[in-house]
């Protein structure tokens, strides 16, 4: 947006200027760490003042410094500079609330000073500052494109506090949790556990076990433990527990992923389906206002376009498991064309085709798409794309595992996105967490799990 000024002597007594600004939770968050005032009262769901529930009260001169954005911008506008400021706080702001704030010129002085009212009303119209300002007004006229203004991104994770919101009222799910005998593996089950959305029944060596749990200081006398002298006998041991019925999830430990998926996927004594296992990454980014999953980034390195259907409606049937309704699917490749020379744009054009006549089931599929037009509508409509998922996925379906893995420690790392990882396509869903998962990915693992055992039993 271009902002122009109005230079001292074009200011006339009486000019006036509002603007209305959203007043949200992410602003008391920046406020809070470029001022360095970490009032609680300030920040979004801690509780200020002991009362039991959090205040997300505007931080006062957050709402002052309101007054300036109109100074500055609009009226003078660019080029003006303060001299005083004076502010009377009349009521507060919270989240959620649109301010009106307003400046009006009252004075002006020879020396290119001007006085200008301020105030800041509710949309209720209750006023909650008034003051005056004393500025030097511009001298000369300006224009100022605010597009060259570097962005901020507020690293909250908003997606999965609502997943463990709604998954921790449900039953706690029975998991066999498999070689836990590392500190950060048993503690992801512990905390789960205290969280109330696994109860866990810990398979492994009991003497590491009981050291691990000595190491982060937990107390697992509640739990079943039940010995496996080594990896291979813990896998064997925990797709038993299901196989009998008394697990309904798994989840890893401290051992390789290939070496329990080698017991989940047994012929005769595994949790095979008719459909091919695969790994969904479910990333909450701060960039996007809704959830992003990605396959398979974990299990099928280079996958056939038969294994592709089930990757597909994995991730469409978790999707729907954590509450999307139809699941926007981007089946991605390189370039958004049918390529013959780029075998995943012909998958992707077929797995949209089958989608289209009923094949996949539950969700919107389209493809090839590229990362770019898959999720952001700018780039979709830049390349001319005009479908229900192009700008808009919610399921990105990587070409292979290289790409998806990548992708998803770029989402991560880079873009400091959270993820939670299970595979599908077994009776029951086994959660992966990594030793780099912090507690809030390990506990929203097991909540995806949860809610996606509640929907398939539901279905």
């Not at 509002?18 to 970490?38: K, M, Q």
């Not at 001298?139 to 962005?151: H, I, K, M, N, T």
């Not at 012909?346 to 949209?352: N, Q, Y």
Request: hydrophobic share 45%; with cysteine; proline share 5%.
């Amino acid at each position: 947006m271009i902002r122009e000024n109005k230079t001292w002597d074009e200011l006339e007594i009486g000019d006036e200027a509002v603007i209305e600004r959203p007043c949200t939770s992410d602003d008391f968050y920046v406020f809070a760490h470029a001022s360095g005032n970490l009032n609680p009262m300030h920040l979004p769901e801690e509780d200020g003042d002991g009362d039991g529930a959090p205040e997300a009260l505007a931080p006062s001169m957050w709402v002052g410094a309101l007054v300036s954005a109109v100074l500055g911008n609009v009226l003078p506008g660019p080029g003006t500079l303060y001299r005083t400021q004076s502010l009377r706080f009349l009521g507060r702001a919270e989240a959620g609330d649109t301010l009106s704030i307003g400046v009006r010129v009252a004075r002006k002085s020879p020396d290119r000073g001007v006085t200008l009212d301020c105030w800041v009303d509710r949309a209720s119209g209750e006023r909650i500052l008034e003051g005056v300002a004393e500025v030097t007004a511009p001298e000369r006229r300006l224009s100022f494109d605010d597009a060259d203004v570097p962005g901020l991104v507020v690293e909250t994770h908003k997606h999965f506090d609502r997943l463990l919101e709604i998954a921790e009222p449900l039953e706690p799910m029975r998991t066999a949790v498999v070689a836990p005998e590392e500190a950060s593996a048993l503690g992801g089950a512990v905390l789960a556990a205290q969280h109330t959305l696994i109860t866990p029944l810990l398979v492994g060596d009991r003497a590491k076990i009981e050291a691990a749990a000595n190491e982060i200081g937990a107390d697992i006398s509640g739990f079943e433990l039940i010995e496996a002298s080594n990896h291979d006998a813990a896998a064997a041991l925990g797709v038993q527990l299901v196989n009998e019925g008394r697990a309904d999830a798994l989840m890893k430990g401290h051992l390789h992923t290939d070496e329990l998926l080698h017991y989940v996927i047994k012929k005769d004594t595994g949790l095979r389906t008719m459909r091919r296992l695969s790994h969904v990454f479910v990333m909450d980014c701060p960039t996007l206002d809704h959830l992003l999953l990605l396959s398979d980034a974990a299990i099928n390195i280079a996958p056939d376009l038969a294994v592709k259907i089930d990757i597909v409606q994995n991730a469409i049937d978790l999707a729907r498991a954590l509450g999307v309704e139809t699941p926007k699917v981007g089946v991605l490749s390189a370039v958004e064309t049918v390529t013959p020379r780029i075998p995943s744009t012909l998958d992707a054009a077929v797995l949209s085709k089958m989608s289209e006549r009923g094949q996949i089931e539950g969700g919107v599929v389209d493809g090839p798409l590229a990362m770019d037009n898959a999720i952001d509508l700018r780039a979709a409509r830049t390349k001319g794309l005009t479908s229900a998922v192009a700008g808009r996925a919610q399921v990105l379906i990587a070409p292979n595992l290289e790409a998806g893995n990548m992708m998803a420690k770029e989402l991560t790392f880079i873009a400091h996105a959270q993820a939670a990882g299970v595979v599908l396509g077994a009776r029951v869903p086994v959660v992966l967490t990594s030793r780099a998962d912090d507690d809030r990915s390990r506990l929203a693992s097991c909540a995806v799990a949860a809610l996606y055992q509640k929907w398939k039993s539901a279905n």
